[in-house]
């Protein structure tokens, strides 16, 4: 089983910047895609951006240009890097393992708040 731990959410005015990071441990060597997920107010929680162990990635046609995921496989992480962010990136965040057509399967972590305000 993996466990994901995400941080550094937070708040953030239009046009800034933040970079979340993802932790996993367990049983990560069975891991191939990660995505960060993320879940508006309201709404469905929707794929943000996607990577495979090969480092391969996708995105939401709403992040491209704005948002860069990376990984470490050697340390079992993932990060995402945004940046110009907008009012409507607004949402909690979470990374999980992901199938092939880039859908989340497994246990979910706590999720990290970003908040995008004046």
């Known amino acids: 089983q993996v466990q994901l731990v995400e941080s550094g959410g937070g708040l953030v005015q239009p046009g800034g910047s933040l970079r979340l990071s993802c932790v996993a441990s367990?049983?990560?060597?069975?891991?191939?895609?990660m995505g960060w997920y993320r879940q508006a107010p309201g709404k469905q929680r929707e794929l943000g951006a996607g990577i495979n162990k090969g480092g391969s990635t996708k995105y939401a046609d709403s992040v491209k240009g704005r948002f860069t995921i990376s990984r470490d496989n050697a340390k079992n992480t993932v990060s995402l890097q945004m940046t110009s962010l907008k009012p409507e990136d607004t949402a909690v965040y979470y990374c999980?393992?992901?199938?092939?057509?880039?859908?989340?399967?497994?246990?979910w972590g706590q999720g990290t708040q970003v908040t995008v305000s004046s």
């Open positions: 367990g049983s990560t060597f069975s891991i191939n895609r």
């Open positions: 999980n393992k992901a199938w092939a057509d880039w859908s989340p399967f497994g246990s």
